[in-house]
Structure formats: structure tokens, C-alpha cells
């Protein structure tokens, strides 16, 4: 199924130097297939300006051929590189 997304995210550094951060975005398909997502996350910096996050992921959507994504926490891993390029990987946490 082809899906676009879009997303943002706010970050913030803590005491210990570890970063906590929100997002939120919209999955958009064919056929007016919608759904939202909202997670949170802890990350930290790595060499070089990287940035390395951990978290979770929750979708919400009226659409019927997305409502499995209802019951859905995806656990995800998303890094940043020190050119700024991102890269994201999600699992179904079962």
C-alpha cells in the first residue's frame, strides 16, 4: 500500500544530557485512506552531531482498511546522522 506521511517532533535536552521527545504526523493513502499517529521517545547524541532515539508509536483511524492500526503500539528506532539525513525503522509490539 502506497503512503505518504508527514510529521514533526519536538526535542529537548535533559539534565543528564539525554533528550526526551514528542511527534506527531498523518498517514495519507489512496482511496482517502487517513490515520494519525502520535509517540514519544528518549534519545542521546553520538558522535559527530548524530542523534539516536527510542520509542513508541500510536495510530488512530476511522478508516476500515487502516483499523488495525488502532490496537497497534509500534516500538520504533530513528537516527539522525551527522548530515542530517534521517532513518526510522518501526515494529508491531506484540
Known amino acids: 500500500m502506497d503512503i505518504n506521511e508527514v510529521g514533526t517532533y519536538w526535542s529537548e535536552a535533559r539534565p543528564d544530557g539525554t533528550l526526551y521527545g514528542e511527534g506527531q504526523g498523518v498517514l495519507i493513502g489512496a482511496e482517502g485512506l487517513v490515520a494519525t499517529w502520535k509517540g514519544q521517545g528518549v534519545g ?3 558522535a559527530g552531531g548524530t542523534v539516536s532515539y527510542r520509542g513508541a508509536v500510536y ?23 551527522a548530515e542530517g539525513n534521517t532513518h526510522s525503522k ?3 509490539w506484540k
Request: glycine content about 4%.
Open 59 to 81: 495510530y488512530s483511524t476511522a478508516a476500515p482498511k487502516l483499523a488495525r492500526l488502532n490496537s497497534v503500539a509500534a516500538v520504533f528506532e530513528f537516527d539522525v546522522d
Open 90 to 92: 518501526l515494529w508491531e
Open 44 to 46: 542521546k547524541f553520538g
